[in-house]
């Protein structure tokens, strides 16, 4: 008589031999509507990279007088291909929202805030964030100073771009050049038309004297003969 636990054994035995392996059901169905892949416009197409960093944004809230937390992500510098214009963009993580979007001029100043040697605030007059122009000034953080260093000089870098390469600045300059020398041209052109008049003016005079005398010496002559005459 066998005993429970060999029992058991060959029961298991039993059910594992009679077990037959399956492949496994992989369960395929087509799409009901098909969806195509659609290409989204970033308007960064036409741009190139020339800075890209982890930091944090923030902004200051004059309405509470203090300075909130804008987002974190990569801000970068975007350089366009035909004009030359530098602006700043910033993405949130995860939604990719904008917290930054403004152009780069060369009056910025790029300012150390609270003493820290990671952060710099600066302000703009139109910051397109929110999809409308409004007049910003933002902090940045960022995670050790060599990133801060690194935006701090490539922002310069930018903004020289912009001073000398950029067609809206390049043509205020040239403007301002003709417009000078048309000033210029204009402050000259009078001064031969006053020595002409002076001259024509000196020369009247000088007839007008010659007349004059001529004159004087006619009625000196006819006194003369009237005299004689009287005699």
């Known amino acids: 008589m066998s005993s429970p636990t060999e029992e058991s054994v060959r029961r298991n ?30 308007n960064e197409e036409e741009e190139e990279e020339l800075c890209k960093i982890r930091a ?11 300075w909130k937390e804008r987002g974190t992500g990569d801000i970068k510098l975007l350089r366009h291909k035909a004009n030359n214009s530098v602006r700043v963009v910033m993405r949130r993580d995860k939604t990719l929202k904008v917290c930054a979007n403004h152009f780069i001029t060369p009056d910025i100043r790029m300012n150390v805030h609270c003493g820290s040697d990671k952060a710099f605030n600066w302000s703009v007059f139109a910051d397109y964030a929110d999809e409308t122009c409004k007049q910003e000034l933002l902090a940045i953080k960022f995670g050790n100073p060599q990133n801060a260093e690194l935006w701090k000089t490539k922002f ?35 001064e031969p038309k006053s020595s002409e008049k002076t001259v024509d003016e000196e020369a009247k005079k000088e007839k007008g004297e010659n007349v004059e005398s001529d004159g004087v010496i006619l009625q000196l002559k006819e006194l003369k003969v009237d005299s004689e005459k009287s005699e």
Request: hydrophobic letters at 20%; glycine letters at 2%; charged letters at 35%.
């Open 13 to 42: 035995s039993e059910s594992e031999g009679g077990e037959v392996e399956t492949p496994e059901h992989d369960p395929h169905y087509e799409p009901i509507v098909s969806l195509p892949l659609v290409d989204i416009q970033t």
């Open 156 to 190: 310069a870098e930018a903004q020289e771009i912009v001073r000398t390469k950029c067609s809206l600045y390049t043509q205020d300059q040239s403007s301002d050049d003709e417009s000078s020398i048309t000033r210029s041209e204009d402050t000259d052109t009078p």
């Open 56 to 66: 944090r944004l923030y902004r200051y809230d004059t309405h509470d007088h203090e």
